[in-house]
């Protein structure tokens, strides 16, 4: 090993394709507004990693957001070639959050969990007053209807690593 040969796991490496393509598509969480914070980590699981993103918002109701941007993350051909393998969503019930989990529909390595957790003590939202964060949150980018309608109609593109 060379001076600046870095050790990788394998589980590191057989997920790649998951982390690149998540770090590819980071634009698309501005659809779902200005977060109070977002935090992710990983865990091992074979084989691969677990990536699990929690994005955090204040208690307005997510579920129209989180959809959408579910709907992009996974678009033939713009999305990761992933797919939801398993949701809970308790936005119609005012509850704490929703998440989803995604894995490759080829069998490849990793899963990725996206957490959308929502915040109702102010005490919570850190450093921004609860104005300022509205006034962020309401700068969200909109995704236009036609965007939308086409990701769900387009033809499944298979993905490259």
Avoid: Y
Avoid at 26 to 45: A, D, I
Avoid at 130 to 138: I, K
């Amino acid at each position: 090993m060379g001076p600046l040969s870095i050790m990788r796991s394998r589980r590191a490496s057989d997920t790649a394709w998951l982390a690149s393509g998540v770090l590819r598509r980071v634009g698309l969480w501005r659809t779902l507004g200005v977060p109070l914070s977002t935090t992710s980590w990983t865990n091992p699981m074979k084989p691969g990693e677990q990536w699990i993103i929690d994005h955090i918002h204040h208690a307005r109701p997510q579920a129209d957001r989180h959809d959408a941007f579910i709907q992009l993350l996974t678009a033939p051909g713009w999305g990761l070639p992933v797919e939801a393998s398993d949701t809970w969503c308790s936005c119609t019930l005012g509850d704490a959050g929703c998440q989803v989990t995604f894995t490759s529909p080829a069998g490849l390595p990793g899963e990725l969990q996206m957490r959308f957790s929502r915040r109702t003590d102010p005490c919570t939202w850190q450093d921004v007053s609860p104005e300022e964060h509205q006034a962020r949150e309401d700068s969200t980018v909109r995704v236009k209807p036609w965007m939308l309608k086409a990701v769900s109609t387009a033809a499944r593109v298979h993905s490259i690593r």
